[in-house]
């Protein structure tokens, strides 16, 4: 069987070693960035990145959840053949769709220039256009060949690119200098890097699968209703979802705060962005899509489903508690070392985007089930009430600045989450977060409110700090243990990479 524990964990082995060469360039770059980067230039470059994903979302149009949902299912049945064929078509449709995107976005650009104040830069935002569809075309094949677990090639071509970004932004800064317009072409060459790196394995790995022309040439004539319905529900949801992202988020900030608000916002969400891929959901998406959906095919057991993402959200809640913790305690100091003094003060928002982050990776546990059981409607329904938390970020900006944007981030999140449970029929408390979990998260904000109330003594001392939050997390995690015997051996196996 392709998703088996000897398939997987072999698999994962490169998995987590490209991620984690992709997570340190990614860190270094978002630190060195906002160090070199004046903070005007670097508002700009976060405006920038927003529309990006605005577009990978609008431009999706069902595409990549219908590919994505339906590969696992393709390659347990050993339908190679119509597996393949609609890889490639899916490739060339949606490379098409994001440049007629970047198009509109090029025919906008007096109007967003105005609005996002982009107008100084508005001849390099084209050239920057051009990144975003190689980014987002390679984003897309990446994601097909991390469902397949071609983790190799997917990885470590990623790896390799973003290294050799980073390394060339390093110079750039040492011998010359880091502005708009070097950062863009420097990405625009690390992109089209990478895209060569992943086209070239996808093909070497297409070349040698001796079965690559077995399976019902038919199947997707056979299956057109059940793939176009999950498509449309799929691209409705997506649109909505978008809102999860920080994206819009930024772009109501560069609308209603001053340069230096949208650069401290920026920098925040930038940084809880990286966390949030890095996040096991977001990390391995595509891997545990593909086992739940092959798992579910064969034995259609719910329950088991929803243990597997109950164990998955509670190692994330228990990585981002630790991570807000942290960066309550220990993170004044660091940053204002780390961005020269810019940006020391984004330790409270980055805690605080933490948190909410906490919420997404609860949501997200309850879209991947819809996806499974083909129910993403709810995940529509979901993305739908995530609209509704924007929309209030806009009075709520006016009122509040800054944390305007936060609360209207969180209220979309639970109310989508309510919705969502309601309409699966699952019981976030229950089934999900657990009991254990519950009051390990609740006395973790207790401690953390005592850090708060602390700050200006604990800031003082970055180890001592440091050190009591890792000592407290460990003597909470003894006593209150959220995981059970058996998931504590199941998550030591993939650690290990076993697959006894």
Not at 134 to 150: A, C, K, P
Not at 156 to 165: D, E, M, V
Not at 211 to 224: S, V
Not at 440 to 467: G, M, P, W
Request: charged fraction near 15%.
């Amino acid at each position: 069987m392709h998703y088996s524990l000897d398939n997987l964990s072999h698999s994962l082995r490169h998995f987590f070693i490209g991620k984690a060469a992709s997570a340190i360039t990614a860190l270094l770059l978002v630190v060195l960035l906002a160090r070199w980067l004046p903070k005007e230039d670097y508002a700009v470059y976060i405006s920038l990145q927003a529309i990006l994903v605005i577009v990978s979302y609008v431009t999706s149009f069902g595409i990549n959840q219908s590919l994505l949902r339906y590969i696992p299912e393709l390659r347990v049945a050993s339908n190679n053949l119509p597996l393949y064929r609609m890889v490639v078509r899916s490739l060339l449709t949606r490379s098409l769709a994001i440049g007629a995107g970047f198009l509109i976005v090029w025919a906008l650009l007096p109007w967003l220039g105005r609005w996002l104040n982009l107008a100084q830069w508005q001849d390099w935002v084209s050239v920057y256009l051009l990144v975003g569809w190689l980014r987002l075309s390679g984003q897309f094949l990446g994601r097909i060949m991390e469902t397949l677990l071609w983790q190799k090639q997917s990885q470590y071509s990623q790896a390799i690119g973003s290294f050799i970004r980073l390394v060339a932004i390093a110079l750039a800064a040492t011998y010359a200098t880091v502005d708009i317009p070097t950062l863009f072409l420097i990405e625009l060459a690390s992109e089209s890097l990478i895209v060569m790196f992943l086209a070239a394995g996808y093909v070497r790995q297409w070349h040698t699968d001796p079965n690559r022309n077995e399976g019902d040439p038919d199947w997707w004539r056979t299956h057109r209703d059940r793939s176009r319905r999950y498509a449309f529900w799929s691209y409705l949801s997506t649109l909505t979802s978008v809102l999860a992202s920080s994206a819009p988020y930024r772009l109501v900030a560069a609308k209603m705060l001053l340069p230096e608000g949208v650069a401290l916002y920026g920098f925040a969400s930038g940084m809880s962005d990286m966390l949030n891929r890095y996040t096991p959901t977001r990390l391995m998406q595509s891997t545990i899509r593909s086992v739940l959906v092959a798992r579910f095919a064969e034995t259609k057991n719910r329950d088991d489903v929803i243990a597997k993402l109950s164990l998955n959200f509670r190692a994330n809640a228990l990585m981002l508690g630790l991570l807000a913790a942290l960066t309550l305690s220990s993170a004044h100091p660091i940053l204002n070392w780390l961005t020269h003094g810019k940006y020391a003060d984004a330790d409270m928002l980055l805690a605080s985007l933490i948190g909410i982050l906490l919420l997404d990776v609860m949501r997200a546990q309850l879209e991947m089930f819809a996806e499974v059981m083909e129910q993403n409607q709810w995940v529509f329904a979901g993305g739908f009430m995530l609209l509704l938390g924007w929309v209030s970020t806009i009075p709520l900006s006016s009122l509040f600045g800054m944390w305007g944007l936060l609360i209207g981030n969180a209220i979309g999140e639970i109310l989508a989450i309510l919705l969502m449970s309601f309409g699966l029929k699952v019981q976030v408390v229950m089934s999900l977060l657990s009991v254990r979990m519950l009051i390990f998260l609740a006395l973790l904000c207790i401690f953390e409110y005592v850090v708060l109330l602390l700050s200006s003594t604990i800031h003082s001392n970055v180890i001592y700090s440091t050190s009591v939050t890792i000592i407290t997390c460990v003597v909470l995690l003894w006593f209150v243990a959220p995981f059970s015997g058996d998931e504590v051996r199941k998550l030591r196996m993939l650690l290990r990479g076993r697959s006894s």
